[in-house]
């Protein structure tokens, strides 16, 4: 008699276990946009030597850019955070702060376009088509 609560504690947990081993086989994770953009560019569509070239050269140009806005970005953050701190509520610091941080947002996203338009330019016709696929496919993706 002593012996069925352990053995139901055991096949609990085995069953348990082997749900979160399915769960994860079963549901495919999805990465991220920017490495599956990343693999379809430097994987898949078997781009000749000129394209790679420019692509790096596009890749190590906006990689400059990018970081740029992204230290603009923390500086805005900081400054949004003493903002809070002084204020301590929603106040015109407050909210000049998160003005300031949404223009660096949106340099960085008009950057990242531009960015991403410069590569497809270095695409041929099927490959441009391959990657216009997958930008409205990652554009209306729902969330995640």
């Not at 790679?52 to 923390?74: D, T």
């Not at 500086?75 to 003005?99: C, F, K, T």
């Not at 338009?117 to 099927?126: G, K, S, T, V, Y």
Request: proline share 3%.
């Amino acid at each position: 008699m002593a012996r069925y609560p352990v053995l139901v504690i055991v096949v609990a947990f085995v069953a348990a276990f082997a749900g979160i081993l399915a769960g994860r086989t079963l549901i495919a994770h999805q990465p991220p946009i920017e490495n599956q953009f990343h693999t379809l560019m430097h994987e898949e569509l078997n781009l000749d030597a000129r394209q790679k070239a420019q692509l790096a050269a596009l890749e190590r140009s906006f990689a400059l850019r990018q970081a740029m806005y992204e230290r603009e970005m923390r500086e805005d953050n900081r400054e949004l955070a003493g903002a809070i701190a002084s204020e301590r509520g929603y106040g015109p610091q407050v909210a000049q702060a998160i003005d300031k941080s949404h223009v660096a947002m949106g340099m960085l996203q008009k950057q990242t376009m531009q960015h991403l338009f410069a590569m497809r330019a270095i695409l041929n016709q099927e490959q441009a088509a391959r990657f216009d696929a997958a930008m409205v496919k990652a554009l209306t993706a729902p969330a995640r």
